[in-house]
């Protein structure tokens, strides 16, 4: 008896709840009347994307207060009210969400003062009459259970004119992907852009300026050539030492561009090659990608390039601060991504200290220009494990 | 000596040909992409093969993949490769099967033509070129006790033993005698705690390479 009485409170609570939410409901077909009448008149078309949102406030408090009654989750679906405001207007309008929550809001008005109004008349006669079955004739009560199907009727109710249907369900989930893409192509855009100047100063100051002034070495030999051979022959001297250095410059900006031993090994020849030359007795596995050379599927370049960099550079920093001898990397393959993970057996510490610096700095970077991730984990005493996930179709 | 060259740019193929005909060698067969190269060289059997690591149809590193068939098929055939950029990982593989007779170079080193052409022929007479590059690489990593004991001679001499030059050529790149050429050898050996090697082929180069890649 005590239990069923506490359900039944609990049950009464939510439904007065419910009826506090029936009163805003009104108060919202108020403020929908407001709303449509000065967006008829033009003036004050700014407030309608904001009732809207109101509206969606309120119909989700109504989805959590249902998912608490009944212990599943009510899904929500709305398009983003994002842009000019004529386009937030258009999305306010049109979104099959903002009908779905006025018809709930007008139903909640009704059925929530109605549900909470029967619970309190049926308070009375409940307890005489579970009082008399339990107390008397011992049996289970069953009066004030109906409190709790009153409330029950309730969370349906709104689960059922809450729940987005599959195809509005489908574009919410749709705009907010783009909505999503969009942002991380702008990104992407953004950092092509100054990858692409990078690139052009690197060219411009270093490849470029050698070979102005390995011609113009060139040049003064010819002059000197009859009149005075070892001047001539000097400055040939120092014209192919320029083109030497021009030469090694521009293999350098290669490397930095798209390092050739991808496109010759793909990503696992070229991590094996990298983990052979670290200096560290370095074990690499691969999952889901070609473990020989060519074979197997490849992730785009820029993200074959950006997962090299990054086993690059987190060898270099085992190799030169860890102190460790030993390191692995694994190299797996993801259904959307591709993921790079790092370990050394140093002294950890990495990111606190000298050995964070620059090196990290840009590798966060690069991996960020492809919207990947990176989880740099490195206490006292080590081991230091670099993770990157590289999200891309294969 | 009769060379077979395989070089998919035509310009740095005419530029290789007019330098090794100018200076006295043949051009017995040219390829210009990565499966021409095996049966032209099984046909020609020249003196020195000199293949470009990345060439048509893949673009990748069928050159490569060209010489380690061509030292299978044809043991004793030297072999010098050249390439944009160097790995150590190619040099590794490369060196996989001894290193008599094998070349690895940056293409940039064709431009210093009388090195270049000596490099090619200690390769023709079973000698060892590996690019200075590889060697710069392979010394940077290692930073133990033995190496740091070396002089700044001494360590000039083992880059220039580890590329594959013989005393004299030391000698004569270092400007002293042959005799302090083998004073240095004879020190670097004692340092590095490596079984003194007379010879100046390509067992040094080998034994050298073996210490650094330790």
């Not at chain 1, 696992?268 to 999952?287: D, I, N, P, Q, Y």
């Not at chain 1, 990290?360 to 081991?383: C, E, I, K, N």
């Not at chain 2, 530029?15 to 040219?30: D, I, K, N, R």
């Not at chain 2, 790149?173 to 083998?182: C, D, G, I, P």
Request: net charge neutral; hydrophobic share 45%; glycine share 10%.
């Amino acid at each position: 008896m005590r239990e069923a009485i506490k359900e039944a409170a609990r049950a009464c609570l939510h439904l007065t709840v419910g009826a506090a939410v029936s009163l805003l409901c009104c108060l919202m077909a108020g403020v929908a009347l407001f709303t449509s009448v000065v967006t008829l008149t033009v003036i004050g078309a700014g407030v309608l994307p904001e009732s809207v949102l109101l509206l969606r406030r309120l119909a989700g408090w109504e989805r959590r207060r249902t998912a608490a009654w009944t212990g599943a989750p009510v899904p929500e679906a709305y398009l983003p009210l994002e842009g000019p405001l004529p386009a937030r207007v258009r999305t306010a309008v049109g979104d099959p969400g903002t009908r779905q929550d006025l018809v709930w809001a007008a139903a909640q008005l009704l059925y929530g003062l109605v549900l909470w109004y029967l619970s309190l008349l049926l308070w009375t006669p409940a307890l005489l009459v579970d009082g008399v079955r339990t107390g008397l004739a011992g049996r289970r009560p069953v009066a004030l259970p109906l409190v709790g199907r009153l409330a029950g009727l309730a969370a349906d109710w709104s689960r059922t004119l809450l729940t987005p249907s599959p195809s509005a369900a489908r574009d919410a989930a749709l705009a907010a992907r783009i909505e999503q893409l969009t942002a991380t192509r702008a990104g992407a855009i953004a950092a092509h852009g100054a990858e692409l100047r990078r690139i052009e100063r690197d060219l411009h100051d270093g490849a470029q300026a050698r070979l102005v002034a390995l011609s113009m070495r060139i040049g003064l030999a010819r002059r000197a050539y009859d009149s005075d051979p070892a001047t001539a022959r000097r400055l040939l001297d120092d014209a192919q030492t320029q083109a030497e250095e021009a030469l090694a410059e521009l293999r350098h900006v290669v490397r930095g561009i798209h390092p050739p031993i991808l496109t010759d090994r793909g990503l696992t020849g070229a991590v094996r090659a990298l983990a052979a030359s670290s200096g560290l007795e370095a074990a690499v596995s691969v999952t889901g990608l070609g473990d020989h050379d060519q074979d197997g599927p490849r992730a785009p370049a820029a993200v074959e390039a950006a997962a090299y960099f990054v086993v690059a550079e987190a060898l270099t920093n085992a190799a030169k601060h860890s102190g460790a001898a030993r390191a692995s990397v694994s190299l797996a393959r993801e259904p959307a991504a591709l993921r790079v993970r790092v370990r050394d057996e140093g002294r950890g510490g990495a990111e606190a200290g000298e050995s964070g610096g620059s090196g990290l700095t840009g590798m966060r970077r690069r991996v960020a220009a492809l919207d990947g991730t990176v989880r740099l984990t490195s206490p006292s005493g080590g081991p230091t494990v670099i993770e990157v996930e590289l999200p891309c179709v294969w | 000596m009769r060379v077979v060259i395989a070089e998919d740019n035509a310009l740095l193929r005419e530029g290789l040909v007019l330098l090794l005909t100018s200076s006295g060698h043949e051009v017995a067969g040219v390829a210009a992409t990565g499966p021409e190269i095996l049966p032209l060289l099984l046909e020609h059997r020249p003196d020195v093969a000199v293949l470009d690591v990345r060439l048509p149809p893949g673009f990748r590193d069928e050159g490569l993949r060209a010489a380690l068939a061509a030292r299978e098929r044809l043991p004793e055939l030297p072999v010098l490769v050249l390439s944009q950029y160097v790995e150590e990982t190619y040099a590794a593989e490369l060196l996989g099967g001894g290193a008599r007779g094998v070349g690895y170079l940056l293409k940039d080193r064709v431009g210093r033509v009388d090195e270049f052409l000596d490099a090619l022929e200690r390769v023709a007479a079973g000698g060892t070129a590996l690019d200075p590059e590889v060697v710069t690489e392979l010394m940077a990593r290692r930073r133990d006790d033995p190496l740091d004991s070396l002089t700044p001679r001494e360590r000039e001499v083992l880059e220039l033993m580890a590329q594959g030059h013989d005393n004299g050529t030391i000698a004569r790149s270092m400007v002293v005698t042959e005799r302090a050429v083998h004073k240095h050898i004879g020190n670097v050996f004692l340092k590095l705690g490596l079984p003194p090697t007379d010879s100046g082929g390509h067992r040094r180069v080998l034994a050298v390479l073996a210490y650094l890649n330790a």
